[in-house]
């Protein structure tokens, strides 16, 4: 079922307090949906890529990727900024995650995407005083994250075909490095949490795809035009969709559609 129609290039979907919100790049704004479709715009911030995640508190983080900052909204909805990016990677700045110590983790493809010459992407740590470090490189396109129950730090590399798992330390740097998943063939983009399974979208695949805790495809399903980026709420899988022309997305084509579980 599509709940919701002519957005821009929908992404960074999240299941937040009964509803799924996600972020309209190309239209400047953070949105969140109800069960219904109904849209609710939650903020404006001329960005992209833009992704966000939440504090302990409450209080919402937002990665200004192409200006290379990361914001936090106030409780008085204004914006300040908590980083500066740029001596970490200069390249545009792409997703983050959140853990329950309210350290920030962002990555960085590493290259101007499409058309730039390939270089390997970095995840950066973002503590919660503002100071900000590297603590994983040689990545391949990363992409999705996300922090799991368990401590770990997943994160989707796009150009491997693979989840790639970190073990949280103590203080936030990433340990043990290890393949929680190799999918062949597929360019798993957005990531999301179900019940110890993981979901990943994908663009050139046009679907979503579900991995069990020992890295094995247990369901697909078919999203129709390119998935970014994925969510799983009460029960229902939510994936954002566009026409993905190979050099951007086809304008007003962006989708949010909802699958029963």
Known sequence: MTLLDGLQLPESARWHDGRLWLANWGGGEILAVDPAGGAEVMLRLDAFPMCFDWLPDGRLLVLDGGRRRLLRQETDGTLTTVADLRAVADAAWNEIAVDAAGNAYVN????????????????????????????????????????????????????????????????????????????????????????????????????????????????????????????????????????????????????VVAVTL
Do not use: K
């Not at 899988?237 to 989708?255: K, N, Q």
């Open 108 to 255: 960085s493809i590493g290259f101007d995407f499409p058309g730039g010459e390939f270089r390997p992407g970095v995840v950066a740590l973002v503590t919660p005083g503002g100071d900000v470090r590297r603590v994983a490189g040689d990545l391949m396109f990363p992409n999705g994250m996300l922090v799991t129950p368990g401590g770990e730090l997943v994160v989707a590399e796009s150009y491997a075909g693979r989840l790639t798992a970190f073990r949280i330390a103590p203080g936030g740097d990433l340990t043990d490095r290890r393949e929680l998943a190799v999918v062949p063939d597929a360019a798993p983009d957005g990531i999301c949490l179900d019940q110890g399974f993981i979901w990943y979208a994908e663009v050139p695949g046009r679907r979503c795809v579900r991995v069990s805790p020992d890295g094995q495809v247990d369901r697909v399903v078919e999203a129709g035009h390119g998935c970014f980026s994925c969510a799983v709420g009460d029960g229902t899988l939510f994936m954002l969709t566009a026409e993905w022309t190979g050099a951007g997305v086809a304008p007003g084509s962006g989708r």
